[in-house]
Nanobody, 120 residues
Framework: QVQLVESGGGLVQAGGSLRLSCAAS????????LGWYRQAPGKQREFVAA???????NYADSVRGRFAISRDYAKGTVDLQMDSLKPEDTAVYYC??????????????WGQGTQVTVSS
């Protein structure tokens, strides 16, 4: 059974930091590239960052240099350290497997997400 539980969101001022964590079921965690995605009000869900099983990472241009993704094999979590936050980072953040080269819309199961709100 697929389980994705995101946590760590909150309200923070611009320039601040948050650390998100995603607990993923073993069926997803151990064999897939995992990613973080976000959806702002009125916008489509978008890619934020991804990490392979070997630790290679890549980021959306909008967050590169400010966000860092990591995975903890002991805990079975994928974390997203977010620094220098901007109001435009406000969104609900989700984790899931990386579906590329297929689009995000091919993913049919999502967790509840965690809200990140950055005030100016």
């Amino acid at each position: 059974q697929v389980q994705l539980v995101e946590s760590g969101g909150g309200l923070v001022q611009a320039g601040g930091s948050l650390r998100l964590s995603c607990a993923a079921s073993r069926s997803i965690f151990s064999i897939n590239t995992l990613g973080w995605y976000r959806q702002a009000p009125g916008k489509q869900r978008e890619f934020v960052a991804a990490i392979t099983v070997t630790g290679s990472t890549n980021y959306a241009d909008s967050v590169r240099g400010r966000f860092a993704i990591s995975r903890d094999y002991a805990k079975g979590t994928v974390d997203l350290q977010m620094d220098s936050l901007k109001p435009e980072d406000t969104a609900v953040y989700y984790c899931n497997r990386d579906p590329r080269p297929y689009p995000i819309t091919t993913i049919t199961y999502w967790g509840q997400g965690t809200q990140v709100t950055v005030s100016s």
